[in-house]
Structure formats: C-alpha cells, structure tokens
C-alpha cells in the first residue's frame, strides 16, 4: 500500500449526512482519533435514527409522486416533509407537525420487528436492555438508538437538509467540499447555507426511493386501478387489507415478514410472488401460496375479460386481485450527489467508482458507510467508521487509485453489474467486518499515542450465530405471541456453548 498524497491526509472539519445508526457511529470514531476540529451531523428529521423512524400514514395521505408505478428512476429527487393544514391528521405525525418538526418517510411499518437477534445487532459499546425480546420491535430498537447518540448529540443539526454536496479545490490544491444546507423546521423554512469542509461520511443510508419494476402492462392496469398497487415502504398495518385478496410481490425480509402478517386477515390464500427461493425459512401454510413472478397485468377489454387480473410466469392469472404490496427494494439515490464526475449513481441499482463498498476512489475523502446487502449494518458500520477515521486522520493509508480500480473490476466480474454487486452473504459480511478490524487495527498511533476506537471483531460464537440466524428467527416466529417474552437464544434451543461440547466430543470420537 501506498501513501496518500499528502493534502489528502490533512483533513480536519467532517460533515456527516445522517444521524442514523450509521452516522452515529461514524461521529463516535472520528472523535475517538482526537485530531478533527470540526465534526457536523446533519439530520433533516427533528430525531436521531434515520430509518427506525416510525410514521404512520395511510394511501390516503400519499401523493402522486410516491405512488409512482412502475417506479424505475433512482434520481427522485430531494426528499419532502410530509405538511398537514392545522388539525388535520392525528397521532405522531399530527403532534410532530403541530410542533413544527419535518416528518419523512421511512419504511417501517406498525408491527415491524427486526429480522437479527439483538445478540449480532448491536453496537460494540452498548448493550440491549436485559428486558429487551431476542428480535427487537421498532420501538425497542430505536430506544436503543436513542441510547447511543447520546454523547454525539450535540454535533446534530437537526431538521437541517443537504441540498448539494460539490467537489471544490482549496488552497493547495486540497479536496475539499461545499455543502449546501436547508432548513426544514416550520419556523424557519428554506433558510439556505453553505459550509465547507475537508471530508464528508455519506449516511443517509438507501432505503427512500422505492423501486417498482415495469411490468408488461402495469401503468395502464394502475391508471384504471388506482391504490391497488403499493410499495412495502407505504405499508403500515395488516388490517387494511382484511378480507381482500392480495398479491406480496418478493420474499427477502420485508416480503416474508409483511406477507406472514397481511396473511392473517386477507382472503385466503395470500398470494406470495418471488422469482426465486428466499434465504429466509417459513413453513409450508394454507394460508400462503407460492407463485412465481408476475409477467403481465392484464386489462379487460370488451366482453367477458377478467377484471383486475395479472398473469405469472407459469401462465396462472389471477383475478379480482384487491391490492398488490410490492416488496421489490430501493434503489441507490443521492440527489445531493448530482455534480459528481465520475459518477457515483447511474441505474441505481449499485454505487460506482467506489473501493471496498465505503470510499469514493477518485475522492476518498467522501465516504458512503453500510452500503452493502445481506449484511449486520450496526457492527459494519462501526468496522467501516473505524477504518475510515484512521484513514482521514493520516495513519492508515489506502491503495493507488489504479488498485482501487482494480478492486472495483474484481468485484463487478465475481458479483455482477447489478443489485449482486454490493450483496455480501454469509460468510462474506463476517469476512468484510474482520477485514475492516484488522485494517484498522494495524494503523499507527497517532498524536500523543491516540489508538482511536477499537471496531467489532466477529469470532466464532458471532459466525455460529450469523449461520443460523434465519433458524433462530423462525424458530422464534413459530412462538406467536409468546415470543415477546423471550430474552435468550438459549431459550429457543440455540446454546453455543452445548454446540461446540458436542462438537469437541464428536471430534474426540473421530480420533
């Protein structure tokens, strides 16, 4: 590895876009390397937490824009604060709008629970409530959230919009960026400023512009059937679907989890569409069946057609179909990002010109954490943080920009040019945060013998779990409610300790 050059290294004020879980951590890791001047979170909601976020809404209250369908264009623009005229509405968005906070959207909905055991989820530095269950709800995880910005709060600036991030030169010949803010506080609405500072952490995270594919016919069938098709991100609660048939489209962690819930009071069977097997477990039910993807959304014409009807892959249609719920992603989206050259978004389903899925290669002073798919986000994004604080601070170096682009290839010819490219099963998340410690831990002592905040590293009890996580999550679905009082592993029959008896005795047999 080669040094950066110089001006590169001398980095002192920090913009953060996010104060999600990611912007957090990365906020505790730079301040840990004792040499910045400067570190600013920007938030545009009036809370920490990013996505866990919860706001309930109904179709009713969304508009046309975010009922798009298809929805094929990763470049949607900033994001809106939800308004409400005086009165209007109740609950948390009511209060947040009375109070004069924004609200944005985020895609949890009301029964939401995580889909990893709080055992791999959390940060280094923090443990969960013992009173906490083993998956936690939304509620729990944001508390927990809440929890860890505490020491960093004071670098938010909270309902404060990044409208524009631009690549300027300094003196020098330095990188450096002009950050271009809004207000979206009530009382102080579009109040524009413009900041600069030697390095930005890109943490808004990706899951705000949804992705609905154009499906041979479906604009025409949403133009004559409006509200009958929504993205998963607009999705709140099961009871609005009671008693209608319904069609979930996609079976990663949203499509089985919002399906399993809608399934309880739709018509029956729900109609679970997937181009392939999830990596997730679920037991064979009669009140779920199995399709494949679906190929065209059929229109009736004169006569006899079939109303609201679609066809799949195996030539099945379906009709009198009451709601489709497509759980089918987001793309990558950066609006702000618009000037970058070379870019970082071009089809939005990838980042490019990136290294190691965290530092854009032409710049490497903009950085862009938990990017990749299938992954633990908390202690990956700790892992990332701590290697990118050392980087800036000056006692890690990075590769030539020729082997960073190298590495870039390597990636595109193993992973695909698509949505793969930044996906990291099991056992390469694993892999990545150990990789990331390593890097880290192998950087020089900085001034006065600073070592900076030492990053997660995964051994073997946190591999055993990751490789069993999706039995560990159905097996404590399988609870129903009685799942909500489970604590520990231990009590669904998942003991580390008993596993790795077993297997030294086997061994010891095999001898």
């Not at 004169?302 to 099945?316: L, M």
Request: with cysteine; net charge negative.
């Amino acid at each position: 590895m080669v040094s950066l050059p110089e001006p590169r290294r001398n980095v002192s004020s920090i913009a953060i876009i996010g104060a999600g879980p990611s912007g957090l951590a990365a906020a505790k890791y730079l301040l840990a390397e004792q040499c910045f001047t400067n570190v600013t979170i920007f938030e545009q909601r009036a809370t920490v937490g990013g996505t866990w976020n919860y706001v309930p809404i109904s179709p009713s209250e969304l508009t046309s824009k975010e009922l798009a369908v298809p929805q094929t264009d990763p470049h949607a623009g900033h994001d809106v604060p939800l308004r409400r005229s005086s009165g209007a509405g109740s609950g948390l968005l009511g209060e947040q709008e009375q109070s004069g906070d924004a609200v944005f959207l985020s895609p949890l909905y009301e029964r939401l629970e995580t889909n990893i055991p709080r055992n791999l989820m959390g940060f280094s530095d923090l443990n969960w409530p013992d009173e906490c269950q083993l998956f936690p709800t939304h509620e729990e995880a944001m508390a927990y959230i809440e929890r860890y910005a505490k020491d960093v709060r004071h670098l938010i600036r909270f309902r404060t919009q990044v409208l524009d991030v631009r690549l300027v030169e300094g003196q020098g010949g330095k990188d450096q960026w002009v950050v271009r803010t809004k207000s979206v506080a009530a009382d102080d609405y579009g109040n524009d400023e413009e900041q600069v500072y030697d390095a930005v952490v890109v943490a808004s995270g990706h899951f705000n512009v949804p992705y609905v594919p154009n499906i041979n016919g479906i604009k025409a069938w949403n133009e004559k059937y409006p509200g009958v098709i929504l993205h998963s991100k607009f999705y709140r609660r099961p009871e609005e679907y009671k008693g209608k048939k319904v069609v979930v489209v996609g079976n990663s962690a949203s499509g089985i989890d919002i399906g399993a819930q809608i399934s309880t009071v739709c018509a029956r069977p729900l109609l679970q569409s997937a181009r392939s097997e999830s990596f997730l477990l679920s037991d064979a039910s009669s009140s779920v069946r199995d399709m494949p993807e679906i190929i065209e959304f059929i229109l009736p014409a004169a006569g006899n057609s079939p109303t609201r009807a679609v066809r799949f892959a195996d030539g099945t249609i379906e009709e009198n179909v009451d709601a489709i719920v497509f759980c089918t992603g987001y793309f990558y989206s950066y609006p702000f990002l618009q000037s970058l050259d070379p870019p970082l978004v071009s089809d939005g389903t990838r980042t490019e010109n990136l290294y190691q899925h965290l530092f854009y290669r032409p710049h490497p002073t903009l950085a862009f954490p938990t990017l990749p798919q299938k992954i633990i986000p908390f202690p990956i994004a700790e892992a990332q943080s701590a290697v990118v604080a050392r980087v800036w601070s000056g006692r890690l170096s990075l590769p030539s920009e020729s082997d960073m682009r190298a590495w870039e290839r390597r990636t595109l010819s193993e992973n695909g040019p698509g949505r793969g490219f930044h996906l990291l099963k099991f056992p390469k998340d694993a892999d990545y945060i150990d990789g990331l410690h390593d890097w880290a831990m192998s950087a020089e002592l900085g001034e006065g013998g600073v070592r900076g905040k030492e990053p997660p590293y995964w051994g073997e009890k946190e591999y055993w779990m990751r490789e069993r996580f999706p039995a560990i999550k159905k097996a404590f679905q399988d609870l129903g409610e009685g799942r909500r009082g489970t604590r520990r592993l231990e009590e669904i029959g998942f003991d580390f300790e008993a596993w790795k008896r077993e297997r030294e005795e086997e061994g010891k047999r095999l001898l």
